[in-house]
């Protein structure tokens, strides 16, 4: 039919909207990784500086997200994404290994996930940290599912006989609190350590609480 307009591909330089979406949101993310991560940190930065950081305009962070709080929240759990992921790689590496040695690559893994990157550690232990009711409900809903691995690791642990069988939500809580606050320290520089005593003495907590004095794995 002459004079027909052909439907739209949806392409735009060879990509479709939703990659070009991806794209822009990817850049929103990476830009707010160096300043809420970096300098000036989240509660410092605005919409304008963001968006020119990541080579936007505030239109378009506008279409891709509400609030500043909003990139904060997917920055944080993308985060805790990459950690959880490394975490779990190295679990199902050290299945077969002896408690000891499971437990230390399970830390070195957590530990390297968040140390391979200062900003990182900034966002999930300053950053977050009383910016709103949602935020904290994230947080300490992340927290918890880091208590949640911790028991799961620690049951297993005790059915193989390796641990002592008990309760372990209150010590897996305690001894989050422990990880967070040595890797906040270390990262900024009020513990002279390196990573690998800072995992070290973090399993050797862990075990202690696993393996308390007087137990006999022998029953």
């Given amino acids: 039919m ?24 990817r850049r929103f993310l990476d830009a707010a990784l160096d300043l809420f991560g970096g300098a000036p940190g989240f ?9 020119e950081a990541a080579g936007l305009s505030t239109r378009q962070f506008y279409e891709e ?34 408690l000891a040695e499971r437990v230390t690559a399970i830390f070195r893994a957590y530990a390297g996930s968040l ?24 947080r300490l809903a992340r927290r918890a599912g880091w208590v949640d691995l911790i028991c799961a690791e620690a049951g297993a642990a005790a059915a193989r006989g390796e641990a002592a069988p008990r309760d372990y939500r209150l010590a897996a809580t305690s001894f989050i609190g422990s990880v967070n606050g040595l890797l906040h320290d270390w990262s ?11 995992v070290d003495e973090l399993v050797r907590q862990l075990l202690g609480i696993l393996r308390p004095p007087g137990w006999d794995p022998r029953g």
């Fill in 2 to 25: 002459p004079g027909r307009l052909r439907a739209p591909t949806g392409r735009y330089g060879g990509k479709t909207a939703a990659e070009r979406q991806a794209e822009r949101r």
């Fill in 115 to 138: 140390a391979a990157d200062p900003r990182r550690i900034r966002i999930t232990f300053v950053e977050i940290i009383g910016v709103s009711p949602r935020l904290e409900e994230q």
């Fill in 65 to 98: 997200f509400r609030t500043l709080e909003d990139v904060l929240a997917a920055l944080h759990l993308e985060v805790n994404g990459w950690a959880e992921a490394a975490v779990l790689e190295a679990a199902a590496g050290a299945a077969d290994l002896p």
């Fill in 43 to 51: 509660r410092a930065t605005t919409v304008a500086a963001l968006s």
């Fill in 188 to 198: 900024a520089g009020w513990v002279d350590a390196t990573l690998d005593e800072v």
